[in-house]
């Protein structure tokens, strides 16, 4: 049984720094897309970060320059540092992992099979 866990969220000013961090057990190999999605209430999950199987790395545009993802694949460990957050960061953030043979999945949130419970990010003005 696969499984997803985040930390790292909490409660920063405007201009501020979180560094999130996702778990995954239970998945056989490591190689596999994964990526960072935000959802605010009544909103859409959106996607704001991914990386690929072979290593290639999707933003989505309002975190470009301010956020970066990493993957440890020997943890099976994805991070997510972002620099300079903003009031609009404001989000539970969710990791996503997909199944092995989805070699390309990007930002699209249905190509994700196992999902985190969230971590809260919260920033003030």
């Known amino acids: 049984q696969v499984q997803v866990v985040e930390s790292g969220g909490g409660s920063v000013q405007a201009g501020g720094s979180l560094n999130l961090s996702c778990v995954v057990s239970g998945y056989a190999g490591s190689r596999y897309c994964m990526g960072w999605f935000r959802q605010v209430p009544g909103k859409q999950r959106e996607g704001v970060a991914a990386i690929d199987q072979d290593g290639d790395i999707e933003y989505e545009d309002s975190v470009k320059g301010r956020f970066t993802i990493s993957k440890d694949n020997a943890k099976n460990a994805l991070y997510l540092q972002m620099n300079n957050l903003k009031p609009e960061d404001t989000a539970m953030y969710y990791c996503?992992?997909?199944?092995?043979?989805?070699?390309?999945?990007?930002?699209?949130?249905?190509?994700?099979?196992?999902w985190g419970q969230g971590t809260q990010v919260t920033v003030s003005s």
């Open positions: 996503a992992a997909a199944d092995s043979f989805v070699l390309f999945a990007g930002l699209l949130s249905h190509e994700y099979r196992y």
